[in-house]
């Protein structure tokens, strides 16, 4: 007996040194980034039996869709027999995307799941928005409530976006906006070992580089709006100085012509990415791990004479290694380690600490920048300036060479690292009673962002121009980079722990099929090192049952809550409930022609606990030595301690109720399939200031719980995979309709109906442009905002109660009156050894509010000239068809009020994603032991068809554009 458990033991101890092997050491790397040694032992165990199996050849029909799973809330169910609203990708349909952010990969994939790109200053910075429904959704990778996605696309598993209040149940006080399911991968996927190299490179392209006026043009526009806004006053710039710009014959330091843009942001940049993976499965365990290396050039100049580097430049590495053993038929342990380390640069230019800042002030001054305003270098080789662009620091002035401000203002350095450990432990306790089983679960996750400030004062010099020679006047001093030597701070360190328990309860009875869990979690986070812990726990309880596989149901419920609360109030019950028909199943359509029918249904609350990260809103918080005390008969201001905000005492979660229903067809053997959705979500207790406030108690109101608001739509998905003539093909499409209404603002009495908002779609409130004033137009007859005489070439607005007075009266809803329609387009074929894919995604119905000020030229007194902010302008000589009003130099209180001047059509169709690939195997590659060799290239934002003539239709505005990336490589698989 004592020797049975000696090699009991033995087994136990030996399977753990494997499982810890196989993490930590199935590969070592050595020398250069392509240099590698592989070491592996072949597994002597040869079950290929795979769990939740992906197969991926897109072209397979054993890929169909009767034959998927579904990831959800720590559990797999067949596709067949969800009935809860969800939308999943594969592995397979995400691995072509040359990007570094996961986000980026979803467009146009998912019905439901709206994804904006918007730009940003690098990966580490990169605005992607997405929206599930109308509502911003949560991140979930590995069942972990996580936010990271600079992660390697192929550890992807699957992604499953929860949009129902049934799916995302379990996720209790923060279900209300849906989740993002991403599940990494965790074994091999047809062999027993599998090894897979790629090694990748792309050349990166603005899509809508911003073409600014320079030279004699922006002389002549100069002049233009100098004298609409002082008519009679001398130009600026006279015709031998113009003649001069426009002839090239301009002194280039006393008459500086400049293109700053182009100067310091180049058009194209590079990014590399290798990844080494490993992966195996047995009857005892199972194991993934990677390794990614990916950098991204940035787009700035740099100088040679620096020893430091201070350009956008983004590198990561990752590694992550997921595995499983089972000690014994009833003992299973898992462990999932993430870790990540990131590296942002970017010019000094004495920015905040702040990611990304450092650039957008480079680029703040490109834009508010003549073009004339000084030459890059003078003459002498210093750099150029003039008492007209400067920034004051410490009470010290110091000039804003653009150029200078990319090369010689120093550098800050970022470095953001994640770790994320996840360690669970699964018994069966079928000796209790069969089917019953238990598990617990442990994560804890860290984030850490340190920024290191190198940053440093440069000087310029302007000329002064003298009888007997010219002379330059310093302006600020020239600062040094010291080695050894920063101002180093964290920016941020979050820290995370996760606590999980589950209980199931798995069991067939004859035609009926019954499966319990139960959980009780709780989620410890640490957001910021100056705040307490938020934390969340969630008990929850979801019981599925199949009746021959033919009528289904699930029940769930959670009981949530979150300290940020009043103690007493701080917990709240989630319902909800589906129910489920396979109609195929019914005796009545074996012949139908039908291979599958379902047809479903949910009903449910949700809630968002905290949605602005509000801290602690219940309590009263004051402002300590803070400004706003006057005192004397000449005001002199005092610090002092004030009350903030007024408290909340009853303040609550944002709730919920959402109703889904839909259904899902397949036809033609497997091979055609389509779903249709249907939801309606009433969200309800939104957290707002209420309209009937009053100024007299001199106070800030609350936030309270008084907004309703509705969301609707229909959501659509149909695919097709075949063979012909040995081609495999496929095609899938997505479309989504979404519409929403305010119910209830709790608005104030308004006068007029047009000026309330509920009834309508939220949108941007502003004036009804109808036009613009004419000459000849008796302008005592019209109406005009108070204080602003208008002339010919300003915006005329509608006067919607008649009173001769534009005013807040007047404005209304100008914007968002139609349902969103955005859509995906998949499709591929394969032949022989050759496989293409191409994916379309549109938006219809979109609209983007321009910012009047950024689209007005010389709106700060002399920058912002650019080919969309002065072409087609109004003039004497182009009064009917001008898009934009007479030019003015800076502020116009008529022209850069919001209205629906300013909104633009930007419907767009864009070639998101395409990849063409070849494939290597067979007798090429026996005597190299290579499996199979694949080469590819593949592009990113290839084409875009928009009415949009000058901006790229999801950055609009934005100073950092998206970006066009043809990317190619090779892998290998052993």
């Known amino acids: 007996m004592n020797r049975k458990k000696h090699i009991q033991r033995d087994c136990y101890a030996l399977k753990f040194k494997l499982l810890l092997s196989v993490l930590l050491g199935v590969f070592s790397l050595s020398g250069n980034a392509l240099a590698f040694t592989i070491t592996y032992q072949q597994p002597q165990q040869q079950d290929t039996t795979l769990r939740d199996t992906i197969i991926v050849d897109k072209m397979s029909a054993s890929s169909g869709y009767l034959n998927r799973h579904v990831n959800l809330w720590n559990r797999t169910v067949a596709k067949s027999k969800n009935i809860a609203g969800t939308s999943t990708v594969y592995r397979e349909d995400v691995g072509s995307t040359p990007v570094s952010n996961i986000g980026n990969i979803l467009a146009g994939r998912l019905a439901g799941l709206y994804v904006l790109t918007t730009g940003g200053t690098g990966p580490l910075n990169s605005q992607t928005g997405m929206s599930l429904r109308g509502q911003t959704p949560l991140f979930v990778i590995d069942g972990v409530v996580r936010s990271f996605t600079n992660f390697n696309p192929d550890d992807i598993k699957s992604v499953t976006v929860m949009k129902d209040a049934l799916s995302t149940n379990m996720y209790g006080l923060r279900s209300s906006g849906g989740i993002i399911y991403i599940t990494t991968r965790d074994q091999a996927e047809s062999r027993p070992f599998e090894l897979n190299f790629t090694a990748q490179y792309g050349s990166l392209e603005q899509i809508k580089r911003p073409n600014f006026i320079t030279g004699g043009n922006y002389a002549t526009l100069y002049n233009e709006a100098q004298a609409n806004t002082f008519p009679g006053a001398t130009p600026t710039y006279n015709a031998a100085t113009i003649a001069a710009y426009q002839n090239k014959t301009n002194d280039p330091f006393l008459q500086p012509n400049n293109n700053f843009y182009n100067d310091v942001y180049q058009k194209n940049s590079a990014q590399h990415r290798y990844n080494i993976s490993a992966s195996g499965n047995s009857k005892s365990y199972r194991y993934y791990t990677s390794i990614e290396s990916f950098s991204q050039g940035g787009n700035l100049v740099t100088s040679d004479r620096n020893p430091y580097n201070t350009n956008n430049d983004y590198k990561r590495y990752n590694i992550r290694t997921n595995g499983q053993i089972d000690f014994n038929e009833n003992i299973q342990l898992s462990l999932n380690v993430f870790g990540s380390i990131e590296d942002f640069s970017e010019p000094g230019v004495l920015s905040n600490p702040i990611i990304g800042t450092g650039v957008s002030t480079l680029l703040n001054r490109i834009y508010t920048t003549s073009p004339l305003a000084y030459p890059t270098y003078n003459a002498d080789g210093s750099f150029g300036g003039s008492p007209l662009n400067t920034v004051t620091i410490n009470n010290v002035v110091y000039g804003t060479n653009i150029l200078a401000s990319a090369l010689n203002s120093g550098y800050n350095s970022y470095n953001q690292r994640t770790l994320n450990a996840d360690i669970g432990l699964r018994f069966k306790l079928d000796n209790v009673t069969p089917g019953l089983w238990a598990k617990g679960m442990v994560s804890i996750n860290n984030y850490y962002l340190e920024k290191v400030s190198r940053a440093k004062t440069f000087a310029v010099y302007y000329p002064n121009i003298t009888s007997t020679g010219t002379t330059y006047t310093k302006i600020g001093m020239d600062g040094t980079v010291e080695a050894g030597k920063g101002i180093g701070t964290v920016d941020n360190q979050a820290k995370q722990t996760f606590f999980n328990a589950l209980v199931g309860y798995d069991k067939s009875f004859g035609s009926h099929n019954l499966r319990l869990l139960g959980t009780y979690n709780i989620d410890n986070n640490i957001a910021s090192y100056t705040q307490l ?46 129910l489920g028909w396979i109609a195929s199943n019914a005796s009545f359509f074996k012949n139908s022609g039908i291979d599958f029918l379902k047809i479903r249904g949910s009903i449910g609350q949700t809630a968002l606990a905290d949605p602005s990260r509000n801290y602690f809103l219940y309590l ?170 208008p002339v010919p070439g300003d915006i005329k607005y509608k006067d919607l109660n008649g009173d001769g007075i534009i005013n807040n009266l007047d404005q209304k809803v100008i914007s968002g009156s139609k349902a969103l329609v955005f859509f995906g387009l998949n499709l591929g074929f394969n032949y022989k050894d050759f496989d293409f894919s191409a994916l379309f995604q549109g938006v219809v119905n979109k609209e983007v509010v321009l910012p009047p000020s950024l689209m007005s030229a010389f709106s700060n007194g002399n920058g912002y000239v650019l080919d969309y902010t002065t072409e087609n302008r109004w003039t004497p000589q182009n009064p009917v068809n001008a898009t934009l009003p007479r030019l003015t130099l800076g502020t116009n209180t008529n022209n850069q009020q919001p209205s ?20 290597i195997s067979g007798k090429l590659l026996k005597r190299t032991k290579i499996n199979k060799v694949r080469v590819f290239v593949n592009a990113y934002n290839l084409f875009t068809w928009t009415p949009l003539k000058y901006l790229d239709p999801e950055a609009g505005l934005s100073g950092f554009t998206n970006q066009r990336v043809i990317n190619g490589g090779v892998s290998l698989k052993l």
Not at 553 to 563: D, E, I, P, T
Not at 633 to 642: A, C, D, E, R
Not at 900 to 919: C, D, H, M, P
């Open 533 to 578: 812990n938020e934390i969340f726990q969630t008990a929850g309880l979801s019981a599925d049952y199949a009746y021959k596989n033919t009528y289904l149901a699930q029940l769930s419920m959670s009981y949530s809550g979150l300290n940020r609360y009043q103690p007493g109030k701080r917990w709240g019950f989630l319902p909800s409930l589906g």
């Open 620 to 789: 009263q918080s004051f402002t300590v030595n803070g400004s706003g005390y006057n005192f004397g008969s000449t005001p002199n201001g005092v610090s002092g301690s004030y009350e903030n905000a007024m408290v909340n005492q009853n303040i609550t979660w944002e709730k919920a109720w959402k109703y889904d229903i839909g259904f899902e067809v397949v036809f033609l053997g497997n091979r055609l399939n389509a779903e249709v959705n249907y939801y309606n979500n009433k969200y309800y207790d939104q957290l707002q200031q209420r309209g009937t406030m009053s100024g007299i108690i001199g106070q800030t109101y609350p936030l309270e719980n008084l907004g309703i608001i509705r969301y609707s739509g229909i959501e659509a998905t149909l695919g097709y995979n075949g063979q012909h003539k040995g081609i495999g093909y496929f095609i899938k499409g997505n479309i989504s309709i979404a519409k929403n209404k305010v119910v209830d603002l709790n608005e104030g009495n308004y006068p007029y109906p047009w000026m309330y908002r509920a009834g309508q779609p939220g949108g941007t409130v502003g004036y009804e442009a109808i036009g613009f004033y004419q000459q000849g137009e008796d302008l005592t007859k019209t109406a005009n905002i108070p204080g602003y005489t």
């Open 900 to 919: 629906s001047f300013w909104i633009q059509n930007a419907n767009y169709v864009r070639l998101k994603n395409i990849e063409l690939g070849y494939t």
